[in-house]
């Protein structure tokens, strides 16, 4: 049985998420605002193979994504903790194989058994699909998915701005990620306008990492950006909330290649998608913003 509330979040999403799942693939950025958020939810919506994907958020309120989901899962939260619907209704399919639960309500008291029922639905969802993306957690997250023990399963992706500002800040956070067990990082440079400057940025982080003891993957790069001219890039999914991409082809060589990473390390196709802020281990913030 879950907690009322919540002291660890990922302690309870290790409780929520089958420990079967082979790989957890975190994708961060490395300051704020560089577009990590942008990265996700666009591998989530690249068009190509049909994926089906579970996405578990945990924001609520102005900014959160879509919010009038929330407002609809609220609603639906209290239908199911008064036996007026089974759970598994309790989620939302917000577009095409894409299925949305927020779980920031799974923080009000609850009456016994409702977690219980709820965690079985979670797994069931979890292992019949093929990406689970969770949004808005950290780097402590994906290590509590499957210990420390079993470091070799997770991958860090790291988001960075074609131009690197913050270097201290960017160097100080790679200090964290590769002693705190991220052998080999991908690296995604985002927000450039040529692949000569995208291979200046990549080989500038692969070399602090070097000196770290550290190795890098390099996962290509985006011209992406969540402000100024850069917006109209994206259009929101009205029915999900789910931003669109209109530089599809650039989306599908990176997921291509994060694909291929996940298979030679590890020689599954499968993953766990999560997204934090490493710069503040613990907290969240919602899709957009980073």
Known sequence: ???????????????????????????????????????????????????????????????????????????????????????????????????????????????????????????????????????????????????????????????????????????RQLDILVRGGAATLGVVVNRVVSHGQAQESYGQVEEWVRRLGGGCQDLGHLPLAQNGAHDRQWSTDRVGGLPLLSLPQALIALKKNVQSWIMQRSGVNQAVMLQGRLSQVGSAYPWGQG
């Open 1 to 171: 049985m879950l907690p009322e509330r919540w002291s660890d979040q990922a302690a309870g999403l290790r409780a929520w998420v089958h420990a079967s799942l082979p790989a957890v693939l975190t994708v961060m950025g490395a300051s704020p605002g560089v577009g990590a958020s942008l990265v996700v939810a666009g591998l989530a919506r690249a068009p190509g193979e049909a994926q089906r994907i579970l996405v578990l958020d945990e924001q609520s309120g102005p900014g959160s994504l879509a919010q009038i989901l929330n407002l609809r899962l609220r609603y639906r939260w209290e239908q199911a903790l008064a036996g007026e619907i089974p759970w598994h209704q309790v989620c939302l399919t917000v577009c095409n194989e894409v299925t949305y639960l927020n779980l920031s309500f799974s923080r009000v008291k609850t009456e016994v058994g409702a977690p219980v029922a709820l965690e079985k639905v979670l797994r069931q969802l979890a292992q019949s699909r093929d990406v689970v993306l969770v949004d808005g957690h950290t780097l402590r997250l994906s290590q509590a998915l499957h210990g420390t023990a079993s470091s070799e399963l997770q991958r860090q992706v790291l988001v960075v701005d074609g131009l690197l500002s913050g270097g201290a800040g960017i160097q």
